[in-house]
């Protein structure tokens, strides 16, 4: 998690929610923002957008809750045609499935069936 304080420049929009720490047995609070680094063989620009938004989410309201990346891939590998790592990354229909799968209502919209100034 980051806090946008920690940065030199913070005049961004991001979701941030209350986290809870503990640091050298020291209880912390801390207004952040899911952050990971992607190693290309579990974690690609796909896994870490779903890891984010279900850290945020789980981490914000009780209805959701945080998963790793482990769990990501294998509540995918139920689907899977093929194996899933090193990743490849995920498709639009990989993804929405594992939110779906995570508690969200899911909907793909495609730029091909809305006039581009309707679609942003």
């Known amino acids: ?35 990971a680094s992607q190693d290309k063989e579990t974690l690609t620009c796909a896994e870490t957008s779903i ?27 139920k689907t899977a045609s093929q194996r899933l790592l090193p990743s490849e990354g995920l498709n639009i229909y990989q993804i929405s499935l594992a939110l779906k799968e995570y508690g969200f209502g899911t909907m793909i919209y495609s730029s091909d069936v809305y006039e581009p100034i309707e679609f942003k």
């Open 51 to 77: 890891w984010s938004v279900m850290e945020y989410f789980g981490n914000k309201y009780s209805e959701y809750k945080p998963v790793l990346p482990s769990q990501i891939i294998t509540t995918l590998s």
């Open 1 to 35: 998690m980051i806090s946008p304080k920690a940065l030199k420049k913070s005049n961004f929009l991001c979701c941030i929610v209350k986290i809870n720490a503990l640091v050298n047995g020291v209880k912390l609070d801390c207004f952040s923002f899911p952050h």
